[in-house]
């Protein structure tokens, strides 16, 4: 995740917008949206610039809307991603904030998740968080994923995948080349016990769904409804 692609247009920070709350869970502040008394949890997991952007937790709120209660952790603990910062590239940020890491820190979010009477959980991730998403599509221990110009994501991981997932790409991704969003395809496609969705949006580029610019808005918006007609689909 080194490419420019991942540090185009950064979002300005805002952390008091959207239409929800944040809150400790598990140690992480984590945005919170939707009704408390939804037995349905989507776990959303940003990308690089994190759960202030304001253009995620609008997303956040349209899942929420779709009847789930979202939860958006702040896996970095306010230490986003700054394209600015000479001193600390993209490479170097990294090796902070691991998706191994995101990973295992989502483990107990979705205990606490079961603790409060949520009986089924899905996960959306975008770039970083994408990755989180198939590992944990992975180990069975959510319903549906679905993975947005997923970053780090290989072919082994799709083969791995054990429940329904959708990978909504670029056709411009260095990160994901068409080429290996083919191959993510032909795997889907031939494990019939594991429902799989590929969809290639023309002429958008990586981190499309949440830095769009104005001529991407409405492919943008495409990918939104997408992901939440999946999420309903099998976390309903």
């Given amino acids: 995740m080194s490419g420019p692609q991942c540090c185009e247009n950064p979002p300005t920070l805002n952390p008091s917008c959207g239409a929800g709350h944040v809150e400790q869970l598990c140690g992480h502040n984590t945005y919170i949206v939707g009704s408390q008394d939804s037995k349905l949890a989507i776990l959303l997991l940003s990308d690089i610039f994190g759960y202030e952007a304001p253009n995620f937790r609008k997303i956040a709120d349209k899942v929420a809307a779709a009847g789930f209660y979202v939860v958006a952790p702040d ?66 221990i959510i319903q549906a994923a679905v993975q947005l110009h997923p970053a780090f994501v290989t072919l082994d991981d799709i083969k791995g995948i054990k ?26 496609a031939a494990k ?37 007609q999946w999420l309903v689909k099998y976390v309903k």
């Fill in 163 to 188: 429940v329904p997932t959708a990978v909504l790409a670029a056709e411009n991704d260095h990160l994901t080349p068409l080429e290996l969003v083919k191959q993510f395809e032909e795997e889907l």
């Fill in 75 to 140: 896996y970095f603990n306010g230490d986003y991603f700054a394209p600015d910062n000479p001193e600390r590239p993209l490479t170097v940020w990294i090796e902070d904030h691991g998706t191994d890491k995101g990973f295992e820190d989502t483990k107990p979010i979705i205990q606490a998740l079961k603790s409060k009477g949520i009986s089924k959980i899905g996960a959306a991730g975008f770039c970083w968080g994408a990755k989180v998403s198939v590992e944990l599509a992975k180990c069975e």
């Fill in 192 to 228: 019939p016990e594991v429902d799989g969705f590929v969809k290639i949006y023309p002429k958008t580029s990586h981190g499309w769904t949440t830095r769009y610019k104005a001529e991407d808005e409405a492919a943008a918006m495409e990918a939104h409804s997408d992901m939440i």
